[in-house]
């Protein structure tokens, strides 16, 4: 395939028209300009007949034939052969027709008597198209081939880490049936903690599968959810002395799926494992806002790195994070998770206007007034 579009000798065109004259003509011409692959009928009926068992890359349509009119012709071929391109002809061109040409999106329209270089220049610009568009799809064909590989690849690496998992729990059982020594009930907790972040990243990579594809969203109890990952955190993580202080006077419903629990997990977690202080504390806001029209609720997270997921919440790709300010990646694909959640629920994340501290984060989520 050349710069300029396939070779002229490959493309194959039906040419459609009632005057067996006149397909005399074009075939004598094209072939003379290199285009050797023709087939010329009559009819509208003898066209379709044929597209249904062959492929041709250009049909030269006759606007006027005896049993159709060309364009409803054009739109029947689009149902059989969706990739065909279009030359329509005329020997009665007016602006109606010229305009109807346009809106159906046919790549050439000739009005005859057509001289031999307007043909051949017109068959040649519609090459050029068909040739963009085979590589177009070449192209989503290899992105596709690629994101098979990706898949394989992130399917390899979760089991391998769930293997690597299965083994630390393995090991452990066996220290603590040896009564285990203060050294040794060191090395039980490091085990844990690297059990815990191989569960989380392996969690997140299998979130990030779905998130695009999750979007029915109905009524969640905002309180509730954080209840619930509160408690489960406070019994996983009794050493990062933790607490979090929020108003639970009242449900607070938002639009969400089950991507919320995991969403608010994801967000607690960012404060535990980058919060420089020993004693963690979060404290969390609740605010109703307004925005393009649109009712709001708004959390406002206090106690947390918050300024490394404000910088992140555009990147579209989790290679992309960047490491926070304790020198450590963010673990887990964290805010790259965070922020897809939040997008699937058009949700907004902003570092609240005039702060000075990397320790408050904003959040919005779409508010439910009613249950």
């Known amino acids: 395939m050349s710069s300029n579009g396939?070779?002229?000798?490959?493309i194959k065109i039906l040419i459609i028209d009632d005057d067996?004259?006149?397909?005399?003509v074009f075939e004598e011409v094209l072939k003379r300009n290199n285009f050797t692959n023709i087939c010329g009928v009559g009819t509208g009926e003898e066209a379709k007949k044929i597209i249904a068992e062959e492929t041709f890359h250009i049909a030269m349509i006759d606007l006027n034939l005896p049993d159709i009119y060309g364009m409803d012709l054009v739109s029947q071929f689009r149902t059989i052969s969706p990739d065909i391109e279009f030359i329509i002809i005329t020997g009665f061109g007016t602006i109606d027709s010229a305009i109807k040409s346009m809106q159906f999106e046919v790549a050439g329209y000739l009005e005859k008597p057509v001289s031999s270089n307007k043909l051949i220049s017109t068959l040649d610009?519609?090459?050029?198209?068909?040739?963009?568009?085979?590589?177009?799809q070449k192209f989503l064909k290899d992105i596709e081939i690629a994101n098979n590989e990706i898949r394989f690849l992130s399917d390899l690496l979760i089991n391998n880490v769930d293997e690597l998992n299965q083994s630390l729990l393995l090991t452990m059982v066996q220290i603590e049936k040896l009564n285990p020594s203060s050294e040794q009930t060191k090395v039980l907790q490091l085990f844990q903690?690297?059990?815990r972040k191989n569960a989380r990243l392996t969690r997140n990579i299998r979130k990030c599968e779905t998130i695009k594809?999750?979007?029915?969203?109905?009524?969640?109890?905002l309180n509730a959810t954080i209840s619930s990952v509160l408690n489960r955190l406070k019994e996983d993580y009794i050493n990062k002395n933790f607490e979090c202080i929020c108003d639970y006077s009242k449900p607070k419903y938002v639009y969400a799926n089950n991507n919320l629990t995991h969403l608010i997990s994801e967000i607690l977690l960012l404060a535990l494992f980058n919060s420089p202080s020993p004693r963690i504390k979060i404290k969390i806001d609740f605010d109703e806002v307004e925005f393009n029209g649109k009712d709001y609720w708004k959390l406002t997270f206090n106690s947390f790195q918050a300024k490394f997921v404000y910088e992140q919440k555009d990147v579209i790709h989790s290679s992309e994070l960047k490491a926070s300010t304790t020198k450590q990646s963010f673990q887990g694909l964290g805010p790259y998770v965070v922020n897809e959640i939040l997008r699937s629920y058009n949700g907004l994340v902003s570092i609240p206007e005039g702060?000075?501290?990397?320790?408050?984060l904003e959040i919005s989520l779409l508010k439910v007034t009613e249950k």
Do not use: F, G, M
């Not at 396939?6 to 490959?10: G, Q």
């Not at 594809?213 to 109890?221: A, I, V």
């Not at 702060?355 to 408050?360: E, P």
């Open 193 to 195: 903690e690297s059990i």
């Open 6 to 10: 396939a070779n002229r000798a490959e």
């Open 355 to 360: 702060s000075t501290s990397n320790n408050i």
């Open 213 to 221: 594809t999750d979007q029915q969203l109905e009524s969640k109890d």
């Open 20 to 24: 067996a004259d006149i397909r005399d």
């Open 125 to 136: 610009e519609v090459n050029r198209k068909i040739s963009l568009k085979l590589q177009n």
